[in-house]
């Protein structure tokens, strides 16, 4: 493990639980040419290594995911997915560490209920000045987006299932709803952030 790495770690940085890939640490990255990424966690290389493997095993032995649709590729098909999906930094290219500002807290995070519609989680947030934001997720929780001069200790509340409309009205939003209300504008809603892996070794 780099030593920047550990001294990141040991600075007492919030813990991401992940039983997947195991657990992880969120932070912005600044690499040794000066690119800026500001969405990067942190993981040890070993839950990864292991889950790969045990993958690779269960398609080689037709009892993996691709494997129960009949596919004839299924082993390089995973193999694929494990080598060429998903953002990845090195450790070594990385020069400096600080607190992803867009990391929110698990605190914060535990408040907001589970999917809306199929696929879909939409909730919105109330900062300590009365202003309501659109918030939305398909999947990750990991890193959201944020309003300009905001943080997310300005969250007062979460309203769950609901949506900003824009006259500033907090409405609700139907829970299994097949179309969205007429006042519903996606462009207002700040979603989840893409973020970068860095594995090192423990």
Not at 13 to 31: I, K, Q
Not at 69 to 98: L, M, P, Q, W
Not at 115 to 127: L, N, S
Not at 162 to 181: I, R
Request: one cysteine or more.
């Amino acid at each position: 493990m780099s030593k920047l790495i550990l001294e990141y770690l040991r600075s007492g940085v919030e813990c991401w639980p992940d039983s997947n890939y195991g657990d992880g640490y969120r932070c912005s990255a600044y690499l040794t040419d000066g690119t800026f990424i500001p969405c990067v966690m942190l993981r040890k290389s070993e839950p990864l290594v292991k889950l790969a493997i045990r993958r690779f095993e269960e398609e080689k032995k037709g009892n993996g995911v691709f494997g129960l649709f009949g596919s004839h590729s299924a082993y390089e098909r995973i193999v694929k997915s494990f080598v060429t999906s998903g953002n990845k930094v090195n450790d070594y290219n990385i020069d400096r560490i600080e607190p992803s500002r867009f990391a929110i807290p698990l605190e914060l995070m535990r408040k907001i209920e589970g999917e809306t519609t199929m696929a879909w989680t939409g909730f919105a947030f109330e900062m300590m000045d009365g202003k309501l934001f659109s918030y939305g997720t398909s999947f990750g929780m990991e890193f959201f987006d944020l309003p300009d001069g905001y943080r997310f200790e300005d969250v007062i509340a979460v309203h769950n299932h609901s949506y900003v409309s824009p006259t500033g009205k907090l409405s609700s939003l139907v829970q299994g709803m097949s179309a969205q209300p007429s006042d519903y504008d996606s462009s207002l809603v700040l979603r989840e952030r893409p973020y970068f892996v860095c594995h090192y070794d423990a």
